[in-house]
Structures are given as structure tokens and as C-alpha cells.
């Protein structure tokens, strides 16, 4: 069976609004997830947390929307989170510096409870 790639919205926990990732986050995936952003974004939900629990593999456009929600939340005075990275998303963060400038957290839950000012 070949895994499905997705985002879909989750239900908010808190104040943080969360995206679920599934399977590759690829150049095809990556369009949907910078819609999703945007999107929370008009409707005011600025804090947002993207679950990557069920993400299998991740590529530079997918890290290219990533840059793009952190700038765009923080411009609407919010933030962006990540939970839950496998490895190779993890190897991938790290690489690029993105681990430095994005909270990581081990859950979504986590991500959520965090104090943040």
C-alpha cells in the first residue's frame, strides 16, 4: 500500500491552530501546505503548529514553506511550531540551520502547552 500525502487541518489546540502533515512533503505537497498557512492566516490564527509525526520525507520547497509561514506568522504577530519530526526531517532541519530557527517539539500536545510570550 502506498501512503497518502496530505495536510489537513486538525483540531486547535488552545489558541495554536494544527496542520497535520502525512507522507511527502514535496514539490507537488508544498502548495497546499503554503494555501493552509495562508488561510489560517486570514481567519486570524497566527499561531500555528505543523504536526510532522506521519511525514516520511521532506524536500527544500517543503523547507521553502516553512521560511514562508515562520515570516508570515510573525509578521501577524504569531509563530510557527513544528512536532514530532522523523529523521530524515529531522537531518534535513538540521542541515539547513531551520532546527535554530523553528521550536521543535517531540508532539503536537508539547507544541501547544509551551509557553510562549
Same mark, same amino acid.
Given at each position: 500500500?502506498?501512503?497518502?500525502?496530505?495536510?489537513?487541518?486538525?483540531?486547535?489546540?488552545?489558541?495554536?491552530?494544527?496542520?497535520?502533515?502525512?507522507?511527502?512533503?514535496?514539490?507537488?505537497?508544498?502548495?497546499?501546505?503554503?494555501?493552509?498557512?495562508? $488561510?489560517?492566516?486570514?481567519? /486570524?490564527?497566527? +499561531?500555528?503548529?505543523?504536526?510532522? =509525526? #506521519? @511525514?516520511?520525507?521532506?524536500?527544500?520547497?517543503?523547507?521553502?514553506?516553512?521560511?514562508?509561514?515562520?515570516?508570515? $506568522?510573525?509578521?501577524?504577530? /504569531?509563530?510557527? +511550531?513544528?512536532?514530532?519530526?522523523? =529523521? #530524515? @526531517?529531522?537531518?534535513?532541519?538540521?542541515?539547513?540551520?531551520?532546527?535554530?530557527?523553528?521550536?521543535?517539539?517531540?508532539?503536537?500536545?508539547?507544541?501547544?502547552?509551551?509557553?510562549?510570550?
Amino acid at each position: 500500500m502506498v501512503p497518502v500525502s496530505g495536510v489537513r487541518r486538525s483540531e486547535d489546540c488552545g489558541v495554536w491552530a494544527v496542520v497535520v502533515l502525512t507522507g511527502e512533503v514535496d514539490l507537488f505537497l508544498a502548495p497546499v501546505l503554503r494555501d493552509a498557512v495562508d $488561510t489560517l492566516i486570514v481567519e /486570524g490564527r497566527a +499561531r500555528i503548529v505543523l504536526d510532522l =509525526e #506521519q @511525514v516520511y520525507f521532506m524536500d527544500s520547497s517543503a523547507l521553502g514553506v516553512l521560511v514562508y509561514g515562520l515570516r508570515r $506568522t510573525g509578521a501577524t504577530g /504569531g509563530t510557527l +511550531r513544528l512536532a514530532a519530526p522523523g =529523521e #530524515q @526531517v529531522r537531518r534535513l532541519l538540521e542541515l539547513t540551520g531551520l532546527d535554530t530557527a523553528i521550536e521543535i517539539f517531540p508532539y503536537a500536545t508539547a507544541a501547544c502547552e509551551a509557553p510562549w510570550p
